[in-house]
Each structure stands twice: as C-alpha cells, then as structure tokens.
C-alpha cells in the first residue's frame, strides 16, 4: 500500500483521554477512533492488525474441530426469558423495539441463541460432541467503559460453545478449547495464563480466565512465576488425542484471579516463586453443565432412548481487547512495536526523497518485489521532511522499517531497522529483498 493513497491520521499531540499506553498509541497511530462512549471505528491500519488477531483465533478453533458459523447481533427477548436472563441481566443490556414494538436486544453474548439452534437440529447422543463458534460483535452497556477497546460498550468477541453427552466428554472439550487458547495466544505473542475463576453458582473447577500481566490490567492476579515461563504446545498437539496431560500441567501450579484467591494455598509456594501482578482478562472458558439445555430443553436422545439435557460449555476470547494487550505487551515512548503475525504490514517502506528519479526507481522496484513474495508493505511515497517520516514509522510499529535515499543509493545500500529491536544495519539494495522477505517468513513460520 502506498501512504499517498492510505488513510493515517496519525496525532502529534497525545489525546487527553487516554490513560493508558494502547488506547494513547491506537488514537495517535491513526488505528481507531472514538465515535461515541465505548464505541470505535477502526481505521484502516487498527483494521488489518483486528482481521489478523481474529484470523489466528480462527485458524486455532478450526484445528481444535470447531465449525465456524455467524449468528446476528441482534437477538430476540423471549429466547432470554427462556432462561430467566432477560430479567436476570440488568442494565448492561442494550434493548430495543422494533416498529412493532416487539423486544429485542444487541446481544452481548450467545448462549441463549447457540441452544436454540442446538435443539432444532440435534437429535441423538450420536450427533455429539460438537463445539461451534462465531466471531460477532457483542454490546454490553458497561457503566465504565475505559481504556479505548480494552472495556468497550461495543467490541469483538469469538465465543464457542460445546455439547456432550455427559461432564466426562465435556472435559475433554473444555480440554480442547483450553489447549486452543494456549496456542492462540502463542501464536499472537503474548503470554496468557490460564487462572483459575469463579464458576459461580454451578461450582466446580472448570473454569479459567486467561491473563495477560500488565501493571494496566484491570484484575489483581496471584501465580507461581514458573507458569509464567512455561513453554506453550506447539506443532505436535493432536486435538483427537488426550489433552488432559498439557491441560494437567499448566493447572499444576497456582494461578488465580482476585476473587478465586486462596491466600494460604498461595502462601505454600516457595517464596521466590510468587508472583503478584495486575493482569488483562483476554479469554475467559467455562463449563456449564445444563445451565441452560435444562430450562431450554435442548435434549438429545441417550442409548436407551430416554431425553437427557446436554452439557454445555462456553468459551470467550476478546478479539478486540486483545489489541490493547499487545500494544500493552509491545511498545516503547515512540510507539508500536508489532510482533509479526499481527502487525497491520511488515515492513515499511521510506522513500526519504519522494520525486527523486533514482530515489523512486529503487523503491518502486523494492515494493514490487516484496509484495510479489507475500510480504506486505506499507511504502511511504510521501514528501516531507525525514525526521517526520521517521517518527511516523516508530509510531505505527512496523516491525522493519527499509529506508532509501540518495546517499544509499549511491553506495548501493538500503537502511534496515528492527522496530523490536531498534537495531540498525546496512544491506546491499539487491540483497535486501531475498534477506527481509527471509526473515519475515521465518518470523511468520508458527504452526
Ligand atoms: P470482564 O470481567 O473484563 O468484564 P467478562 O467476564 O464480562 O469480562 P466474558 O463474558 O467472559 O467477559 O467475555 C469473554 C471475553 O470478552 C473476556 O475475556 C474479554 O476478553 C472480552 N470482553 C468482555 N467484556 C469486554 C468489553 N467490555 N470490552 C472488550 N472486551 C471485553
Ligand atoms: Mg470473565
């Protein structure tokens, strides 16, 4: 993409409202803006980085066995009365009638619609397990929405929901989507401990916020530091096999959020071990039992013919809050520092003489030949002074930054930055396609 033809409005000033380093950078690097309380448009560059984070989500459901599918945002009231939440929800949920005065609301979750669906097409034991999932927008009034797309009132979550005949072939789902979730946040740089939650009035131990520590977060988390270093599974994971050992391993030492806190089991870990954070809440999984399939009657016949409720699940990851926490995880005082899989280009092209004949002819040629090898460039064609153009590029966090001007062309060599590293080298001009587009390869290669 040329920058002459993007859209970046990026801010010199930092916006006042902003308390926080992700919100100040996603206002400041052009990636969102605010449209109303708790309500954002995500600008061209704030998009591409959204659809990335979304499709490494999506690609880790799918290799856990979870079909994909789209319900509205929109939702009928009577579904929730099925279940008692209409009434039950309060004021977090956004009601509305439409010209027929019938009730609806903006949903800010989908167990309710999931189970409906459920039942009008499952019949039999012998069409579970299933784990189906979408990845929709979902409102919720919060009272204090804060942090730009950290605590939105309108924000993008992936929510998955499980199906099994009884509460031993639900583990292994909750398993499934536990192992997904490691990987998922592996793959987009972050750390994410799993921590043990409140399961509310059903009880039980099956469910676990996923935590990434950050002294911005929101919750008050307590673990052992030896989780915080333990190596997520990787290529190797068969989501047909047993999954019990990995989850059994990263449950093993204690984790909890504030509320799940236990203060003398936590006290038992060996002192040098404790760790005691802030953390951002970016995925939360939970099993239910039939929190739901009872009131609702979503029933499957058993072996012997007679209707038994299903066990359900639910699984949440919040797509769009996860920006945030890695803006939070990857940053310095000048701006951005992208991990490659989820930044919004990988390289970014400066052209520090724009209209120079051999200035442009070198470039041209570099962005052509990057981009015909899957590297995606945002290529600064742009006037303006170099300091400016410098400035941007850190801000925005692109994780090489290729610069070419006159002195370098006359040496035959381009400037190559490492945002992560801020680490500066010489490349020859027709080297640095083959090695860049090397690197972002390796960079990229996860799976
Ligand atoms: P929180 O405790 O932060 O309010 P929650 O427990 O209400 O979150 P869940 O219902 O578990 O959230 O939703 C699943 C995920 O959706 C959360 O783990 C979080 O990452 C994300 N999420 C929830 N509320 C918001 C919000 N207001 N803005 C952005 N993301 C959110
Ligand atoms: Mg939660």
Redesign the pocket.
Same mark, same amino acid.
């Given at each position: 993409m040329r920058l002459s033809r993007y859209y970046l409005p990026v801010l010199k000033e930092t916006p006042s409202e902003a308390q926080i380093a992700s919100h100040r950078l996603m206002l400041r690097a052009g990636m969102i803006r605010q449209e109303g309380a708790g309500i954002y448009a995500w600008l061209p560059l704030g998009f591409r980085v959204l659809k990335k984070i979304e499709q490494i989500v999506r690609e880790e459901q799918d290799r856990a066995g979870a079909a994909e599918m789209l319900m509205p945002t929109i939702q009928q009231a009577d579904l929730w009365r099925e279940s008692g939440r209409y009434d039950a929800y309060g004021k977090e949920m956004l009601r509305i009638t439409d010209r027929a005065d019938r009730e609806m609301l903006f949903g800010p979750?989908n167990e309710e619609m999931i189970t409906e669906i459920f039942r009008a097409g499952v019949r039999s034991y012998k069409d579970l397990p299933k784990i189906l999932y979408h990845i929709q927008w979902k409102f919720?009034d !919060?009272i204090r929405p804060r942090f730009g797309? #950290?605590?939105?009132?309108e924000?993008l #979550?992936k929510d998955s929901y499980s199906f099994d005949i009884d509460e031993e072939s639900a583990r292994k789902s909750y398993y499934k989507m536990f192992v997904a979730y490691l990987r998922t946040f592996a793959r987009l740089g972050v750390k994410a401990i799993p921590m043990r939650a409140d399961t509310g009035p059903i009880g039980g131990d099956l469910s676990h !916020?996923f935590i990434v520590l950050a002294e911005t977060g929101?919750s008050a988390v307590f673990c052992d530091k030896r989780l915080v270093e333990m190596d997520t599974p990787k290529k190797d994971v068969d989501f047909d096999g047993d999954l019990k050992p990995i989850f059994d391993q990263f449950t093993s030492l204690y984790a909890a959020t504030d509320e799940m806190h236990d203060k003398s089991e936590f006290d038992s870990v060996d002192q040098k071990h404790q760790v005691s954070a802030r953390g951002i809440?970016?995925?939360?999984i939970f099993f239910f039992g039939e929190k739901y399939s009872k009131p609702m009657k979503a029933v499957v016949a058993g072996s012997d013919g007679s209707e038994i409720p299903v066990q359900m699940g639910s699984y949440?990851?919040?797509v769009?809050?996860l920006m945030g926490a890695i803006i939070e995880a990857y940053h310095d005082e000048n701006g951005c520092k992208w991990p490659m899989p989820v930044a919004p280009y990988h390289v970014g092209l400066v052209n520090l003489r724009s209209g120079d004949e051999d200035c442009d002819a070198a470039c041209d040629k570099i962005y052509k030949e990057l981009t015909s090898k899957g590297v995606e460039v945002l290529y600064d064609d742009t006037g303006g002074r170099p300091g400016e153009k410098f400035a941007r590029m850190d801000l925005i966090g692109l994780p090489y930054q290729l610069v070419i001007g006159p002195r370098g062309i006359k040496s035959g060599e381009a400037e190559v930055k490492n945002r992560t590293t801020d680490e500066r080298e010489t490349i020859a001009i027709d080297k640095v396609t083959e090695i860049i587009s090397g690197r972002v390869a390796d960079a990229l290669d996860y799976a």
């Open positions: 979750t919720r !919060e797309v #950290m605590r939105g009132r924000f #979550m !916020e929101e809440e970016v995925g939360h949440g990851v919040g769009s809050r």
